[in-house]
């Protein structure tokens, strides 16, 4: 149901672009976000966008990630900038109908930030 690409190695300060590809349209889901796991550590929710288009962010990415989608390529993205060793980790997707509050995850895409 979902699709994640764009993962790869990158050095601090730079910027990757997620993405997130849905089978069928994006106007089902009530929210989607991005997550993330570093290794070692929890799952961590990193941005969110609402149906309406409200967004929000962890701390620690404000300012430097950006959620968005696109509803005629069924995708959404995570616009990271200014990367940090620290963000590095497997992003997953997600996602969760509106009607039937059924949740879908993505396979996962693994960011690394060398320093």
């Known amino acids: 149901q979902l699709q994640a690409s764009g993962g790869g190695l990158v050095q601090t300060g730079g910027s990757l672009r997620l993405s997130c590809a849905a089978s069928?349209?994006?106007?089902?889901?009530?929210?989607m976000r991005w997550y993330r796991q570093a290794p070692g550590k929890q799952r961590e929710l990193v941005a969110g966008?609402?149906?309406?288009?409200?967004?929000n962010y962890a701390d620690s990415v404000k300012g430097r990630f950006t959620i968005s989608r696109d509803n005629a390529k069924n995708t959404m993205y995570l616009q990271m900038d200014s990367l940090k060793p620290e963000d590095t980790g497997i992003y997953y997707c997600?996602?969760?109908?509106?009607?039937?509050?059924?949740?879908?995850w993505g396979q996962g895409t693994l960011v690394t930030v060398s320093s």
């Open positions: 997600y996602t969760a109908e509106t009607l039937t509050l059924r949740a879908y």
């Open positions: 966008m609402d149906r309406g288009g409200t967004t």
């Open positions: 069928g349209s994006l106007t089902r889901f009530n929210i």
